[in-house]
């Protein structure tokens, strides 16, 4: 039987509008069953006076710190609104940090408060235990009891207290455990980095009290610091509470399992054309490999540190995988054709200073925005923090949202012997594309380690075939004395790579659609996968060849879409989907990929701007009916009331990158139409601090309606887009191959002159 051909991709250009939020604050307001109790308003106030003590005796700092301890992971909008807080300021002005319980399951948030806040806030504990005292408010349901009788109690008679604070305080007992001192326990004797609180004072002069000299240490980013000998005991003796998190400063390329073939043969290659080039930021690279002509090599190491040998041997095999991995890699030919490399040296095959690379990488981009995807495979080989994203990718999550380029990552690799590990940073990096190892039979690779970021970040992205060293299933690259076969997640990012280069050097595409198509085609129909599956394999496995990603099931309709968040909600709703009979015979789904702003002194609340998508039928209401079933935004009259950890679990709130998807059922039931026909797309932005970071922000969209008939709907959509305002355009490899060549072209021109 005829295989049947596939679909193309649609890339669909048309106008979102944008809209303001209308909704106003609903005031204070806790859930219907939720009830006051006395006995935890009077501890937070005997904690709260117990901290006022502390910092009445240590005079470190102007200001003072408080951990408050939340009884559940909570949303933005449910924490602390009364305590600390003065002239309607809000509490995320005063926050400094934010981390998790032992076991994830609650927030604790660290705010900087002056002393006369802490002041006025143990009178409104004493005031509202009075109260609540008086008025028999103990143990009383809030919605049904309290709240009626508020408005007859007199507050004149109670000076340092107002009907609004008293409600807020009274909120903030219902959600808030305790208060406690920041305490940051020294876990690795070893380390001698630190970051601090921000304490929005001189650092050096607090360190002199401390009794450490400068000549001790040095800055090595935003109030982190290198301690140059045992003085970081010191700062966790006498002031722990003033340390936000310890910091990994040593780095190392992974170690390389490899074995040489001892029958080379010589490898032809044509010289460089027009080809894109990839950015490799790695160890040294040899200039006398076959390809070296396809590469173009800059030596960022300091001039006194010795080179040896060894240090040529893992940038030059990455390096070979991008220009030609797939002469010596016949199964993994991904038709992307060879790219070529701008590689830049900073580190040798030992450990090295993260810091010191960090520095150099931020220059190296800076001075060559030209270059949109960069690999980068050097990883530190301790397990990245549960509370903190760390320093190195923190740095390479800020260089993707203030330039148009995007990383590759390696998942970093177990050593030999060791049984399970957390990946290693820069592995944790929010914007970047993380890739893990398979087998060849999908399964984990021996040597893979394993995310969750933050608790539900998914890291690694992606996987790819790495090479197995367990069964001998090598991955084939050029090394200074020839060819050798290796293993390592440092052998699947190349890969990638080269298919994310492709998407955007060659198809033109931007970083946010290709990266979400890329995501999406790993991710498949199986979007159900396990915690223990994410976790070694991330949203799944991306496919050998670019046609795989480009196109689509002849039964199915795949279009991307790309847009720009200027207010609270960009939305279009013209979206002409076919309908059969008066039904939609459509399963679907979609990916959402953005860049977002992230800030690591939040801690785990990392990212700052949340995009919330919406896609579905429109209902008689104005509103979507999100395919998956998506309540959090609506503009409707009901309650949706969601937990923190429920929205994150199943809306990925945070996630900057989004997969929602409806199943294919086994009953095939086309989907009822509402009297207006189209589908709408709604991005709801959402910012964590009151600056407005999303503002501007660009978002990709990958969205496939799988006919669950089989029938090929694909032209009619065309033509209905068309005829409702859609700029339509089938991405076509060899027409998108011809304009790029055309673009690339020199053109001379003669000298009449």
């Excluded at 509490?91 to 002041?119: C, D, F, R, W």
């Excluded at 060659?506 to 995501?519: D, P, Q, T, W």
């Excluded at 223990?532 to 480009?550: A, C, R």
Aim: contains cysteine; aromatic residues 10%; positive net charge.
């Amino acid at each position: 039987m005829k295989e049947q051909s596939k679909n193309k991709i649609l890339f669909l250009k048309g106008r979102f509008e944008q809209k303001s939020n209308r909704s106003k604050p609903n005031g204070i307001n806790l859930p219907a069953n939720a009830t006051i109790q006395l006995s935890n308003i009077t501890k937070l106030k005997k904690e709260l006076e117990e901290i006022q003590l502390f910092w009445k005796e240590n005079k470190l700092i102007k200001n003072c710190l408080i951990s408050v301890h939340y009884k559940q992971l909570i949303a933005k909008s449910n924490r602390i609104k009364g305590l600390f807080v003065v002239n309607q300021n809000p509490s995320y002005n005063s926050m400094v940090g934010a981390k998790y319980s032992q076991n994830n399951k609650k927030h604790i948030i660290t705010h900087l408060v002056s002393p006369e806040i802490i002041q006025k806030s143990v009178k409104w504990l004493e005031e509202t235990i009075n109260i609540v005292i008086s008025q028999k408010f103990d143990q009383q349901n809030f919605q049904e009891f309290i709240k009626p009788k508020i408005a007859e109690i007199n507050f004149k008679n109670f000076p340092n207290l107002t009907k609004t604070k008293f409600k807020e305080v009274l909120f903030d007992s219902f959600y808030v455990e305790r208060l406690s001192l920041p305490k940051l326990k020294k876990k690795d004797t070893n380390k001698k980095t630190i970051t601090f609180f921000n304490l929005e004072e001189n650092l050096e002069e607090v360190l002199t009290k401390i009794g450490i000299k400068k000549q001790n240490y040095k800055f090595i980013g935003e109030n982190t610091i290198q301690f140059l000998n045992n003085d970081i005991d010191k700062v966790f003796d006498k002031a722990p509470f003033l340390i936000s998190m310890n910091v990994e400063d040593i780095m190392k390329i992974p170690p390389l399992k490899q074995y040489l073939n001892e029958n080379q043969e010589q490898i032809v290659i044509p010289l460089p054309k027009n080809e894109p080039t990839i950015g490799v930021i790695d160890t040294l690279f040899d200039t006398n490999v076959y390809f070296s002509q396809w590469v173009e090599f800059e030596n960022h190491l300091d001039e006194e540190i010795p080179i040896s040998e060894l240090d040529f041997v893992h940038g030059t095999s990455v390096s070979s995988i991008i220009v030609d991995g797939p002469s010596f890699n016949k199964h993994l030919d991904d038709g992307c054709g060879r790219f070529k490399v701008k590689h830049f040296g900073v580190s040798t095959h030992g450990e090295f200073s993260s810091s010191v690379v960090i520095n150099k990488i931020i220059k190296i981009i800076k001075d060559n925005l030209e270059i949109k995807v960069w690999n980068l495979s050097l990883g530190s080989s301790n397990e990245i923090n549960d509370n903190f994203i760390s320093l190195e990718a923190s740095v390479l999550d800020e260089i993707q949202f203030k330039y148009d380029v995007i990383f590759v990552v390696s998942g970093t690799n177990l050593k030999e012997k060791e049984k399970s590990k957390k990946i290693g940073s820069p592995a944790d990096s929010i914007n970047s594309i993380v890739v893990n190892s398979v087998t060849k039979n999908k399964d984990k690779a021996n040597y893979s380690r394993e995310g969750i970021v933050l608790s539900f970040f998914t890291k690694p992205d992606v996987s790819f075939f790495g090479g197995n060293n367990e069964d001998g299933d090598y991955m084939v690259v050029c090394q200074p004395n020839g060819r050798a076969f290796v293993s390592g997640t440092s052998f699947a990012a190349p890969w990638i790579s080269r298919k994310l280069s492709y998407l955007i050097n060659v198809l033109g595409l931007n970083r946010e659609v290709a990266k979400a198509l890329l995501i999406d085609s790993a991710i498949g129909w199986d979007s159900k996968k396990s915690l223990d599956e994410k976790k070694f394999k991330g949203h799944g496995i991306v496919p050998v060849k670019i046609q795989d990603i480009i196109n689509s099931e002849n039964g199915e309709i795949k279009f991307l879409i790309e847009g720009v968040s200027e207010k609270y909600d960009t939305f279009n709703y013209r979206f002409p989907v076919p309908t059969e009979n008066g039904k939609y015979p459509y399963v679907s789904k979609a990916t959402l990929c953005y860049f977002p702003n992230c800030s690591r002194k939040q801690g785990v609340d990392y990212t700052s701007t949340e995009l919330d998508i919406y896609f579905g039928r429109l209902k008689p209401d104005g509103n979507i009916n999100s395919i998956n079933d998506n309540k959090q935004s609506l503009e409707t009259d009901d309650v949706n009331y969601l937990t923190e950890e429920y929205a994150r679990k199943w809306f990925g709130k945070w996630d900057n990158v989004k997969h929602i998807c409806e199943l294919p059922k086994q009953r095939k039931i086309p989907k009822k139409t509402y009297p207006n026909l189209m589908w709408g797309m709604s991005i709801k932005t959402k910012e964590r601090i009151g600056v407005k970071n999303g503002e501007g922000i660009k978002f990709g969209v990958v969205v496939t309606l799988h006919e669950i008939n089989g029938i090929n709907r694909i032209d009619d959509f065309v033509q209905r887009c068309t005829l409702n305002g859609w700029l339509v355009k089938r991405i076509n490899i060899d027409n998108e191959i011809e304009l790029y060549n055309k673009a690339e072209e020199l053109i001379e021109f003669e000298n009449n002159f």
